[in-house]
Antibody, heavy 121, light 108 residues
């Protein structure tokens, strides 16, 4: 079964840092572009960041640019999100998500179960 | 604020048809995909491209688009279709992604 498993979520104080990890299994991780998507309590989905499959191209939502860094290790089949200068509004479930695409469509086809980040003093 | 606008909530009688719309300028250039999310679960892709469904998604789910509006239709809604539905596409720059604000579908 194609699977993504996140870890690293925790309770952290405002201004603190946290690193999320996502382990991929049963698919060729190095062939896929990956994303992080988050969902604050009772709110909708918010795309956070994207990373290309191999050349390190990254994109960020305005809300996290300059504070968060996405990275990957294809040899370890793992995706990461380094989160610095955390704020209360970063409190959310963070999902690791695989992108699949062809010329006529572009989708997030596989989602992890999510890991919870709480930012509070 | 989201660049993709959805109605907050709709209701549908069991077995009837309901359509959810998603409006945004970027939909003139990029196709939308739709995700179903039930409480406590991760989102699930239900429709993408020109009305394509992933394996295991019932054919009562369909999609269409025109201009700046994408639509998801559930024909013959079932109790298990009660969930939040989100549209998803590129933003107006084409480099970033955006989700709609979500529509809560209640089956009565």
């Amino acid at each position: 079964e194609v699977q993504l498993v996140e870890s690293g979520g925790n309770l952290v104080q405002p201004g603190g840092s946290l690193r999320l990890s996502c382990a991929a299994s049963t698919f060729t991780f190095s062939s896929y572009e990956m994303n992080w998507v988050r969902q604050a309590p009772g709110k909708g989905l918010e795309w956070v960041s994207y990373i290309s499959s191999s050349n390190g191209l990254t994109y960020y939502a305005d809300s996290v640019r300059g504070r968060f860094t996405i990275s990957r290790d294809n040899a370890k089949k793992s995706l990461y999100l380094q989160m610095n200068s955390l704020r209360a509004e970063d409190t959310a479930v963070y999902y690791c998500v695989r992108r699949a695409w062809k010329q006529e469509w572009d989708v997030f086809d596989i989602w992890g179960q999510g890991t919870v980040v709480s930012v509070s003093s | 604020s989201s660049e993709l606008t959805q109605d907050p909530a709709v209701s549908v009688a069991l077995g009837q048809t309901v359509s959810i719309t998603c409006q945004g300028h970027s939909l003139r250039s990029y196709s939308a995909s739709w995700y179903q999310q039930k409480p406590g679960q991760a989102p699930l892709l239900v429709i993408f491209g020109k009305n394509k469904r992933p394996s295991g998604i019932p054919d009562r789910f369909s999609a269409s688009s025109s201009g700046n509006t994408a639509s998801l239709t559930i024909t013959g809604a079932q109790a298990e279709d009660e969930a939040d539905y989100y549209c998803h596409s590129r933003d107006s720059t084409g480099n970033l992604y955006v989700f709609g604000s979500g529509t809560k579908v209640t089956v009565i």
